[in-house]
């Protein structure tokens, strides 16, 4: 039971070939083979139904990812409880974030943790929010920092902080017909199905977000473009290719505060917050509770 048999089976079961998987591990394709046969072997089960293309596992094969990621998790806990208790703070830290929010918050976080861990390693992964929970839930990640707006109830959430999400469009693009308050700047959120929207990929917050915010008011939007980026959209938008939902950090990260129009989705200020996200089976230890506490003292503000 080791990491290497998790990953090789985990990755042949999603590509669905032992070829693809190969590619995707930098191993040959003999060795791949070789290795899940012995495997087989040793356990005196098929992982892996052959009469199917692509490959499916058998029900055994899915019981064997689900046992060894728990064992994994298990000796992963334990090493991090004995880290602590002999106090000798070497290792890895894995961490999650969405690409942008990632160039927002960590240069917030990573100095000062490193000078209180010199030792401990920063491993960050970028990715949108679906494969940011799983990689969570595989034991990939200690935790991830992403908008959550649904509860999950194996996963832990600490908020870190929120923000406003706000309509975003070229200069002068709107006439005032679409405002509740003019001088307010409150958009009229019933009429956002006239307007060409620019929004995320499936499978990003900020594209559950709106989605959220449609269905509550059973809109049918007119999506005329998705992308995998909120500084994209809001670009875009300050072009006229259409208007854009995006949080605020958006415009400040882009300096665009002067260069569009900026609307309020509602008279109440319709938010999002920010999560630090970990398992609730998972233990955290010194270095992984020092680099949640920096994140709150850095942006508690």
């Known amino acids: 039971m080791n990491k290497h048999n998790f990953e090789y089976i ?6 669905g070939s032992i070829t693809k998987a190969a590619n995707k591990l930098y191993i040959s394709q003999p060795a791949l083979s070789k290795y899940i046969s012995r495997l087989e072997e040793e356990l005196g089960v098929q992982l892996f139904d052959r009469t199917l293309q692509p490959l499916v596992l058998t029900y055994a094969g ?3 990812l689900t046992h060894l990621k728990s064992i994994l998790m298990e000796i992963d806990n334990m090493k991090k409880k004995f880290r602590d208790l002999s ?3 070497y290792g890895r830290l894995r961490v999650g974030f ?4 990632a160039v927002n918050m960590l240069p917030e976080i990573l100095p000062r943790f490193k000078h209180l861990f010199p030792g401990i390693q920063v491993e960050v992964m970028t990715a949108p929010g679906d494969q940011l929970v799983q990689s969570l839930r595989d034991g990939e990640l200690e935790f991830f920092f992403l908008p959550m707006w649904e509860e999950q109830k194996d996963l832990e959430q600490v908020e870190i902080l929120r923000e406003e999400l706000v309509l975003v469009t070229e200069k002068g693009y709107l006439d005032q017909s679409y405002l509740l308050d003019v001088e307010n700047k409150i958009f009229d959120w019933d009429r956002i199905g006239e307007l060409p929207l620019l929004t995320l990929k499936e499978g990003h917050s900020l ?3 709106v989605e959220v915010l449609l269905r509550n008011k059973n809109i049918r939007p007119n999506i005329v473009l998705e ?3 909120n500084m994209l959209t809001c670009r875009l938008a300050a072009k006229g290719v259409g208007v854009a939902v995006v949080p605020e ?5 882009l300096n665009m505060e002067h260069d569009v129009d900026c609307y309020h989705l509602s008279s109440h200020t319709v938010e999002w917050q920010i999560f630090a996200v970990y398992r609730k089976a998972g233990y955290l230890g010194e270095v992984e509770r020092a680099f949640l506490d920096i994140a709150v003292e850095a942006f508690k503000k």
């Not at 969405?98 to 929010?101: G, L, Y």
């Not at 950090?249 to 990260?253: G, V």
């Open 227 to 229: 992308t995998n980026s």
């Open 98 to 101: 969405p690409n942008e929010r």
């Open 249 to 253: 950090i958006t415009l400040t990260m």
């Open 207 to 209: 594209r559950k977000s």
């Open 62 to 64: 899915e019981q064997y």
């Open 87 to 89: 106090n000798q703070f």
């Open 10 to 15: 985990k990755t042949v079961a999603e590509c």
